[in-house]
């Protein structure tokens, strides 16, 4: 099992920065993919970024240039700095890890950009 804890959301206005953060305990050592996902209110929950064990990234279009995704091992954390947030950004942000032993989600966080 592994257990994540997400922070860094908040209150932002259009065009500022925000990093969230997922800190991953349990069995870590067997995790394989790391992702961000977001859902805005009446949509579907759609996939922000990924990144994979060897390092390589992959963001959706929406937030190319603007989003980055990191990992720190040796924390067992991972994060998602964002930058020129626009108010389109606003959603609960969810972090997701996956291994052999199936997909773990964190709890997720608001992020609210106003214009």
């Known amino acids: 099992q592994v257990q994540l804890v997400e922070s860094g959301g908040g209150l932002v206005q259009a065009g500022g920065s925000l990093r969230l953060s997922c800190a991953a305990s349990?069995?870590?050592?067997?995790?394989?993919?790391r992702a961000w996902y977001r859902q805005a209110p009446g949509k579907q929950r759609e996939l922000v970024a990924f990144i994979t064990n060897g390092g390589s990234t992959n963001y959706a279009d929406s937030v190319k240039g603007r989003f980055t995704i990191s990992r720190d091992n040796a924390k067992n954390t991972m994060y998602l700095q964002m930058n020129s947030l626009k108010p389109e950004d606003t959603a609960v942000y969810y972090c997701?890890?996956?291994?052999?032993?199936?997909?773990?989600w964190g709890q997720g966080t608001q992020v609210t950009v106003s214009s």
């Open positions: 349990g069995r870590t050592f067997r995790i394989n993919r």
């Open positions: 997701t890890v996956g291994g052999p032993t199936g997909d773990y």
